[in-house]
């Protein structure tokens, strides 16, 4: 398995599980009618994600320093691009359902959050698309 197909491992679960977590605990608290958005809660999750990701990193490319070092070839980089422009997709679908939550005159709460789900959506996806990239071949 190669660096980057690593990290998008990486990036996979650090995103599954701390994201996970936090609309876990969102949905709980919207359900029992506490829509209150928190900064202080979203932002320590995003916090997490870059502890999480650059311990996660350092620990990957210390099993392979030259792997690490490398830099993308056009097989990389096209997987690169390829999972970007699908994640894109995924984020834009999120920016219009966010647009039409505003226009429908929903809370912030929903509005911010909705966001959020469309950026880690897209991340997620992202990760997905490269790791079939990486093992199905452009």
Not at 8 to 24: D, S
Request: with cysteine; aromatic share 6%.
């Amino acid at each position: 398995m190669s660096f980057r197909e690593k990290i998008a491992v990486l990036t996979l679960i650090a995103n599954v599980l701390i994201y996970g977590m936090y609309f876990g605990n969102t949905a709980k608290a919207a359900l029992a009618g506490e829509a209150v958005l928190s900064a202080g809660h979203m932002i320590s999750t995003i916090v997490l994600l870059i502890v999480v990701m650059i311990v996660g990193t350092i620990i990957v490319s210390s099993t392979a320093p030259k792997d690490a070092d490398a830099p993308a070839d056009e097989r990389d980089q096209l997987i690169s691009m390829r999972s970007d422009q699908i994640a894109g997709y995924v984020v834009s679908a999120g920016a219009g359902g966010s647009l039409v939550l505003a226009l429908a005159g929903f809370s912030v709460f929903w509005i911010a959050n909705l966001v959020l789900l469309a950026l880690v959506a897209g991340e997620i996806v992202k990760s997905v698309a490269c790791l079939i990239g990486y093992r199905q071949g452009v």
